[in-house]
């Protein structure tokens, strides 16, 4: 075999080493960029976007932060399925917020109803539109008969009881509980109401008594009423007792 033969054979050999080389690196290529290769990656509003590769599991993940954090739309499309839900669960309780709100309002006008209510109750009655007569009466004996009349235009509530001063008393005589209704008495207008007073004691045992032509009853916002008693005037002892107001003569009268 000539020189020349020689080097053409290993000059072939040669060059099919080189194919099978070069072929064995386009593999390993191929298989790194598949598998080991860097993937590219994107942030939308400061959070990463997993490249288009990346298994299910790492796009729950990604999305969880979205639906935790401020909630904003980008972060909760980016997710997947699972992080879209979780996010709509986040829009429902804002919902619910606004219905909080909403019953709030509702409580402020129930509120706002009552007090309405309230200011269609009849107020207390006052000097100005309520006459009171004094009356003596033959039975029970040393009594006088109180009369309320309503002169105004709407009904009004008369005190508990006459805090009746005659003459120049310090104090006002004391209440028969006896006599305390179960509530207030109200007077319509035109309509009257009534209290008892025991002036002295029938059988002599009171002290400290006296004539007197004067009579003035408060009432609770400060107003007074003169009342003009039977004419000669009337005697009070330490007996001295009112009854609270009654919607009857015969309750005033009872005690």
């Known amino acids: 075999m000539s020189a020349r033969t020689t080097r053409t054979r290993l000059f072939a050999a040669a060059t099919v080493a080189l194919a099978a080389l070069a072929l064995t690196a386009c593999e390993d290529d191929s298989l790194t960029g598949a598998e080991g290769g860097p993937a590219s990656s994107t942030t939308v509003a400061g959070q990463s976007t997993p490249p288009a590769g990346a298994s299910a599991s790492t796009g729950g993940d990604t999305g969880t932060p979205g ?8 972060s909760g499309s980016t997710g997947s399925s699972g992080s879209a839900a979780s996010s709509g669960s986040s829009g429902k309780g804002g919902s619910s917020s606004g219905s909080a709100g909403s019953t709030g309002s509702g409580g402020a006008g129930a509120q706002d109803g009552g007090a309405g209510s309230d200011s269609t109750k009849p107020g207390m009655c006052s000097a100005s539109d309520v006459k009171i007569t004094a009356q003596k009466v033959a039975r029970p004996i040393n009594h006088l ?3 309320a009349t309503n002169t105004g235009s709407k009904t009004c509530m008369l005190p508990p009881y006459p ?16 006599t305390k ?4 008495t109200g007077v319509e207008p035109g309509k009257s109401g009534y209290a008892g007073v025991l002036l002295s004691a029938g059988d002599g045992s009171g002290e400290n008594g006296y004539e007197t032509n004067t009579l ?4 609770e916002d400060g107003s007074v009423a003169t009342v003009g008693l039977p004419s000669g005037g009337v005697y009070v002892d330490t007996a001295l007792t009112v009854t609270y107001w009654q919607t009857s003569i015969d309750g005033a009268l009872s005690h």
């Open 163 to 178: 805090a009746a001063r005659f003459g120049e008393a310090q104090s006002v005589p004391p209440v028969a509980e006896a």
């Open 216 to 219: 003035t009853i408060p009432f």
């Open 145 to 147: 008969l109180l009369t």
């Open 181 to 184: 209704p179960q509530s207030l």
């Open 67 to 74: 639906a935790t954090g401020t909630g904003t739309g980008s």
